[in-house]
């Protein structure tokens, strides 16, 4: 597969489009910091090796498996994403683009409508999207609290798209299951800094400057 083969790109936004995951994961330890250093360590192992699940089911299993409290009330769940809101919605904002992004999507964009598939909430992640004036770039924007799978199938069907003509571009597992669930193809993000949790027969790539040569 490459970009001539494609009638759509689907992006993920943290982690693949903007440098923003240690963002996020600073804002989970400091959600947690009262529990001590060693919740703290759990806490963002799990952020780290769980990215693209939403911030609601992170807080569910917080609670339940690194906590052992009883589960969360929706109340409680939605009392802690607010906060979670407010301590990375301008940082991610901030947030640097991943190499080559801009000029990636501008690129694309020319040819191809473009979308982006996150487990950010809906109207968080459009208002991050609108204050970076990357809106007109995408055809459609999807956030949690639904899955990626389910989003993924919806806006293949809203926008008529073949599923073997389109990529999901991920940093995270959740991506791939997303994208396999719905048998679109799959690319996988892996910073230089960060492990490759990917299976050998996933195409990874560093940055968009560093694209394998038949996604150029």
């Known amino acids: 597969m ?3 083969g494609l009638d759509a790109i689907i992006f993920d936004f943290d982690g ?6 240690d963002v996020k994961t600073r804002a989970f330890a400091s959600l947690y910091e009262k ?5 703290v360590a759990q806490v963002e192992n799990y952020h780290l090796n769980n990215g693209g699940v939403s911030r609601f089911d992170k807080f569910r299993y ?10 969360l009330t929706d109340s409680a769940v939605a009392e802690l994403a607010n906060d979670f809101s407010v301590l990375v919605m301008e940082r991610v904002v901030a947030a640097p683009m991943v190499t080559g992004a801009q000029a990636f ?9 473009l979308f982006v598939v996150s487990g950010t909430p809906t109207a ?12 007109p770039v995408f055809a459609g924007i999807w956030g949690s609290p639904s899955s990626k799978a389910d989003n993924i199938a919806e806006l293949l069907q809203e926008h008529g798209l073949p599923a073997n003509r389109c990529v999901m571009i991920g940093d995270a597992i959740a991506d791939l299951d997303g994208a396999r669930a719905n048998d679109v ?29 038949c996604w150029r």
């Open 2 to 4: 490459n970009l001539q």
């Open 16 to 21: 693949v489009l903007v440098e923003s995951v």
């Open 35 to 39: 529990y001590g250093d060693k919740v």
């Open 62 to 71: 917080f609670q339940t498996e690194i906590l052992g409290k009883p589960p």
């Open 105 to 113: 999507l501008d690129s694309a964009g020319r040819h191809l409508p």
């Open 124 to 135: 968080e992640l459009n208002e991050i999207i609108q204050q970076r004036r990357l809106a």
């Open 185 to 213: 193809h799959f690319l996988g993000r892996v910073a230089e800094t960060d492990e490759n949790l990917f299976a050998a027969d996933i195409t990874t790539f560093v940055d968009f400057a560093h694209l394998p040569d």
